[in-house]
């Protein structure tokens, strides 16, 4: 069974920087495509970045050059630097793995970690 942990949420003052990591456990984890997804209060979920297999990246407009998206295989992590944060950055984060093999399998998703930027 395919699980998704995340962790390093929580309050940071705007300009500030955190990172959060999600750790993947029941699969082989460089046979997915990983992501983190965001959902603010009253909006819909958005993709921030995403990450393949082979490590070729992806961002939202909005994040461009302040987060990074980076994975390490040897321990089952993906993480998501965030930098010089602000207050629109305030949301739910979600981590997404997507298995590249067998065609049309499902997403798996993690519960979510919350990230909160005020002063």
Avoid at 75 to 102: F, G, S, W
Wanted: charged share 15%.
């Amino acid at each position: 069974q395919v699980q998704l942990v995340e962790s390093g949420g929580g309050l940071v003052q705007p300009g500030g920087s955190l990172r959060l990591s999600c750790l993947v456990s029941g699969s082989i984890f460089s046979l997915f495509d990983m992501g983190w997804y965001r959902q603010a209060p009253g909006k819909q979920r958005e993709l921030v970045a995403s990450i393949g297999s082979g490590t070729n990246t992806n961002y939202a407009e909005s994040v461009k050059g302040r987060f990074t998206i980076s994975r390490d295989n040897t321990k089952n992590t993906v993480y998501l630097q965030m930098d010089r944060l602000n207050a629109e950055d305030t949301a739910v984060y979600y981590c997404t793995a997507h298995p590249i093999v067998p065609p049309g399998a499902k997403d798996y998703w993690g519960q979510g970690t919350q990230v909160t930027v005020s002063s």
